[in-house]
């Protein structure tokens, strides 16, 4: 189990390898990088709530 350290605004423009969230396990902080460019079109899970292993955290669209 990890915590939501932070993630990026709804609606932000990001391209491949973009940092989009960073998650705290263990005390490390790992962060997490777009595959693909797109938006950020949700957030599931607030600042400081726990994260399972596969859990989804956000969703980011193609970008048109």
């Known amino acids: ?4 350290v932070s ?3 709804v609606g932000s423009a990001v391209g491949p390898g973009t940092k ?6 263990l005390g490390e902080h790992i ?4 595959e693909r460019g ?3 079109e949700a957030v599931f899970v607030e600042e400081g709530q726990l994260v399972q292993f596969d ?3 956000l969703r980011l ?3 048109a």
């Open 31 to 34: 962060d997490l990088e777009a």
């Open 1 to 4: 189990i990890a915590s939501l």
């Open 20 to 25: 989009v969230a960073r998650i705290e396990v």
């Open 7 to 9: 993630s990026l605004p």
């Open 38 to 40: 797109g938006f950020g």
């Open 55 to 57: 859990a989804p955290i």
């Open 61 to 63: 669209v193609a970008a």
